[in-house]
């Protein structure tokens, strides 16, 4: 599973201005509504019911907020880089300023889990975070998370 299965230059947002979790999660849900054609309001019923769990804050100022929903076809993503960090309940406390929402279909099982593996590994990359937090374009932040990783074979 490649992140170019998940999102498209259409499906970034290069600064999104929101001051809290809550209103991210709604602009979100708004945005994933534009791309999926299911509910907004139903997106972020799911999204505040996987908070609920635990938050999804990961670490490093990146935030996974993930759900699965009847009648959703395939995996789809939204990525944003924040005008302002924000406060995400985070699990080192810090600020979250990038932001990966992963929508799958109930059904997606292993689908939905290797989604989030592949987003976690790419935003695990300190490296990778930084040029993401230097891009303001939609076509760049797609070029770098869609590109594929250097090969360390000699």
Known sequence: MDISDLITPATIVPNLKVTSKKQALQELARLGSEA???GEREIFE???????LGTTGVGGG???PHGKLPGLKGLSGIFARLEQ????????EQPVDLIFLLLA???AGADH??????V????RDREMCEKLRGSDTADALYALL??????HAA
Do not use: M
């Open 46 to 52: 799911i999204l505040l019911e996987r908070e609920r």
């Open 62 to 64: 990146i935030a996974i």
């Open 36 to 38: 999926t054609g299911v």
């Open 146 to 151: 869609t590109e594929t990783p250097a090969s």
């Open 120 to 123: 976690s590994r790419q935003l």
């Open 105 to 107: 279909p109930e059904t």
């Open 113 to 118: 889990l290797k989604a989030l593996a592949r």
């Open 85 to 92: 960090a924000i406060d995400f309940d985070s699990i080192d």
